[in-house]
């Protein structure tokens, strides 16, 4: 896969998942904007770390649940890259409450996840539209997770944010048919910085899994980028997860 020429905005784009992303879209060719809400460092040491091999990458600070923000994010990409061909909507958050704690499920956490976690990705979508529009093409990838195909995840808001996720995917993909695709992904357990203090459950959960791995976020960040050029597909939430949910 070239992106060679292609200019790609990757949200939360500085650690995990989106990292792994932006890396690997520069690598193939792409200029990369990275963005970022809180974790600065880490998307300027992504950034650096492309601009050091021969790419080309920006980073930019955006709250992706503030429209505003957004829409200035955008347009400063562009001004600065001239066009946006590719967008991956991975900027989430989550709290981590115990599912059957419903009590601890406040008004403020149901906000919260779903301002950046759904309306966020509604949001940028809608920024970037007009510039593929106007080129007649374009693609957009949302990152999901099985949390919204099976109910269970750090959180009930968190599951439930996640399985809206799925549905703005394909209902966004009805909205900018031909012109534009719009798929999602749905990975399973992904190696990160989660894990950090809880290798025994890692461990633990890789024993039950099919094939006897969880993913990396490289993993992540390959299908993300074959699904980006894949001219067949929209509308789709497609599953990495290991066997996790068979």
């Known amino acids: 896969m070239d992106y060679s020429n292609k200019v790609v905005l990757v949200t939360g784009g500085g650690t995990g998942i989106g ?13 990369v904007a990275v963005n970022y809400s ?3 460092a880490e998307a300027e040491e992504t950034v ?12 930019i600070r955006a709250n992706v649940s503030k429209d505003n923000e957004v829409r200035k994010m955008v347009e400063d990409i562009v001004q600065k890259f001239g066009v946006i061909d590719f967008l991956v909507n991975n900027a989430s958050i989550t709290r981590y409450i115990p599912m059957n704690d419903l009590d601890s499920v406040t008004e403020e956490v149901w906000d919260e996840l779903f301002a950046v976690n759904v309306k966020g990705m509604f949001n940028c979508a ?12 374009g693609a ?27 549905g703005l995917t394909k209902s966004l ?17 992904v190696k990160t910085r989660w894990w950090e203090g809880k290798e025994e459950q890692m461990h633990s959960l890789i ?32 599953t990495v997860d290991n066997g996790q949910t068979l």
Not at 48 to 53: D, L
Not at 140 to 164: C, D, E, Q, W
Not at 211 to 229: K, M, N, P, Q
Request: aromatic residues 2%; glycine residues 8%.
């Open 38 to 40: 809180r974790s600065k």
């Open 207 to 238: 024993s039950h899994l099919p094939l006897g791995r969880i993913s990396t976020a490289d993993d992540i960040a390959e299908l993300i980028c074959a699904v980006l050029v894949q001219p067949s597909l929209t509308g789709q939430v497609i």
């Open 173 to 189: 993909a009805h909205a900018l048919a031909p012109e534009i695709r719009v798929c999602s992904v749905a990975p399973g357990a």
């Open 140 to 166: 957009i990838v949302n990152v999901g997770s099985i949390a919204g195909l099976t109910g269970k995840g750090s959180s009930l808001p968190y599951a439930v944010s996640k399985a809206a996720v799925h």
């Open 126 to 137: 809608r920024a970037v539209v007009p510039y593929m529009k106007a080129r007649k093409q």
């Open 19 to 31: 990292r792994a992303t932006s890396l690997l879209l520069a690598e193939r060719g792409a200029t």
């Open 48 to 59: 650096s770390q492309i601009n050091e091999s021969g790419g080309k990458a920006m980073a």
